[in-house]
């Protein structure tokens, strides 16, 4: 992953929110907070929280004397998931490092991450700190997504801009999005860090939109790929955007398309 792998700014969180979140990360939250739900937890922490879409998801369901604590590294991510949040005196907003978390040893019943591992510098450094931060016997829930073959269209975009920029084509969704989905790679990063109890689930859902302009700018202007299209050239990022609208309407058709979505939904006990 490079450094500019984690710089959400900008316009980026708004069309993050606007774009990414109903087309795939939706599906994977209600999983996620439904999975949450099924263990209890009186006190939670979410990290890489994003914009806040598990946030939304999972706060309603929890009970009245609950307490959740929702973190992410970035900032502006962090400020905008508290602007789309209803007022809640259960939720604490902290603005913090997955990697070196500023809590107490075994203070959380629950730690969930959704999509976020992926951008962990040092996985197992992250996990130990999950570990450490959990109550004897509380779980720690995330997810990460498949290999980007298996979401049409993440691989539908990246093939596109490889057309576009030949000599130099941006990998930012298969270099870190979907750059973790090896399953033993997952096994041995979570067994480094002291957890012994690992399920791992894949799940495919289908992302919908009502035109291929929408994932289009969804993964152009709303991710970091955003960043990597204006490194290359200025100016482009429009025609970057209409050439992947193309690319998927020759793939899935000009109306609403429809196409698959995947990842791993991982389990750890402490």
């Keep these: 992953m490079l450094e500019t792998d984690k710089v959400f700014a900008g316009s980026i969180p708004e069309n993050y929110d ?10 994977y939250a209600a999983d996620l907070a439904q999975r949450a ?5 009186g006190a939670v922490l979410e990290v890489a929280a994003g914009t806040g879409v598990v946030t939304r998801a999972l706060a ?18 962090l400020d ?5 949040q209803a007022p809640d005196g259960r939720i604490q907003w902290r603005q913090a ?11 959380f019943d629950l730690v969930c991450c959704q999509f976020g591992a992926m951008f962990f510098p040092n996985r197992p450094t992250a996990y130990r700190e999950a570990r450490r ?33 030949p000599n130099d084509p941006p990998r930012f969704l298969a270099r870190t999005p979907h750059g973790y989905h090896d399953k033993d790679l997952i096994h041995a990063d979570l ?26 700018v969804a993964y152009c202007q709303g991710t970091l790929l955003r960043n990597e299209i204006e490194a290359r050239e200025a100016g482009k990022l429009a025609v970057a955007t209409d050439y ?22 991982v389990a750890a006990t402490a």
Aim: avoid cysteine.
């Design 18 to 27: 606007r774009y990414m979140v109903p087309l795939i990360f939706e599906p």
């Design 37 to 41: 739900m099924a263990l209890s937890p």
């Design 60 to 77: 309603p369901k929890l009970s009245r004397a609950a307490s959740y604590v929702v973190t992410d590294l970035n900032q502006p991510m």
């Design 80 to 84: 905008y998931a508290a602007s789309r």
């Design 97 to 107: 490092d997955a990697m070196a978390l500023p809590f107490e040893d075994a203070t």
């Design 133 to 165: 931060v959990l109550k004897p016997g509380g779980r720690f829930l995330f997810s990460v997504w498949d290999r980007i073959e298996e979401n049409d269209f993440a691989d539908d975009v990246t093939n596109a801009l490889a057309r576009i920029f």
């Design 191 to 216: 067994a480094e860090a002291g957890f012994s109890e690992v399920a791992i689930d894949t799940l495919a859902e289908q992302s919908r939109a009502p035109s291929p302009r929408i994932p289009a």
């Design 244 to 265: 992947a609208t193309s690319a998927i309407a020759e793939r899935h058709g000009t109306g609403e398309v429809v196409a698959k979505i995947q990842a791993h939904v």
